[in-house]
């Protein structure tokens, strides 16, 4: 089941085409890698699919929802990550549970049941009356995705969720990406760690508002006879003619 399709979507500011008739599509429970150099679009086309911004043409379906009419639902049943946790320093973990899943207009009994589960699940008994802010970076990463899926969403968007943990909190994330993809959870993840997009099942990788490639990391790599992706990127990073935006 495809749980995100775009055909031919462009977005421009004025002469400038940040983002050229992409096309792809996304399957439920997949881990898709959205990649590129900066500059390169990825944003752009995210906020797109996140129903932040309207595109200039094409068309896009998100969680069955399109693009430019549905923006509120898709809003609703989507998840969203970024690096810097979008958590609140002042409150606990459970109370920034609670609030988002009001804010996602669950119960509140579907509040408490799921709390309890967040915190079985992920090992945060000891964390789950401490402030955000007093937690360390690989914990509120923990608490960041699982707010993010909190309202279980079929789409969890990542945009370079792992900057600035350690090795070792990477890897848990990941694992916890895995989890949530058993599950049925579809993750779009964008990172700059080239090592992660192996995790991925397909990578996309834009390059001057368009992709240039899309296959599964090993795949990606016998193409373009590397032995890494970071070898692939590199390669198509190097085709790049526009600088950083």
Not at 157 to 186: K, N, Q
Not at 187 to 200: G, I, K, L, N, Q
Request: net charge negative.
């Amino acid at each position: 089941m495809k749980v995100i399709e775009v055909n031919n979507l462009c977005k421009y500011f004025g002469s400038f085409k940040a983002v050229e008739n992409i096309s792809f599509d996304v399957e439920e429970g997949e881990i898709f890698g959205f990649l590129g150099a900066n500059g390169a679009g990825k944003t752009t086309a995210m906020r797109m699919l996140c129903g932040l911004l309207t595109p200039t043409s094409g068309k896009g379906w998100v969680a069955g929802f399109d693009i430019y009419k549905d923006t509120e639902k898709i809003k609703r049943n989507i998840g969203y990550m970024s690096q810097k946790f979008s958590l609140y320093e002042d409150l606990t973990t459970v109370e920034n549970l609670e609030l988002f899943g009001g804010i996602y207009g669950m119960s509140g009994k579907e509040i408490r049941y799921k709390t309890g589960e967040v915190v079985n699940e992920l090992g945060l008994q000891a964390e789950k009356d401490a402030l955000v802010q007093s937690l360390p970076s690989g914990v509120k990463q923990k608490v960041a995705f699982a707010v993010s899926t909190f309202h279980s969403p079929k789409i969890v968007f990542l945009d370079e969720p792992t900057g600035g943990v350690d090795p070792l909190s990477r890897r848990t994330f990941w694992e916890m990406i895995y989890r949530a993809a058993d599950r049925g959870v579809t993750s779009f993840v964008t990172t700059h760690y080239m090592d992660e997009a192996e995790y991925c099942n397909r990578v996309s990788i834009m390059v001057d508002g368009e992709i240039r490639v899309l296959q599964s990391p090993g795949d990606m790599k016998q193409h373009f006879n590397a032995l890494s992706m970071e070898e692939v990127f590199f390669a198509l990073a190097k085709q790049a003619k526009r600088s950083e935006l």
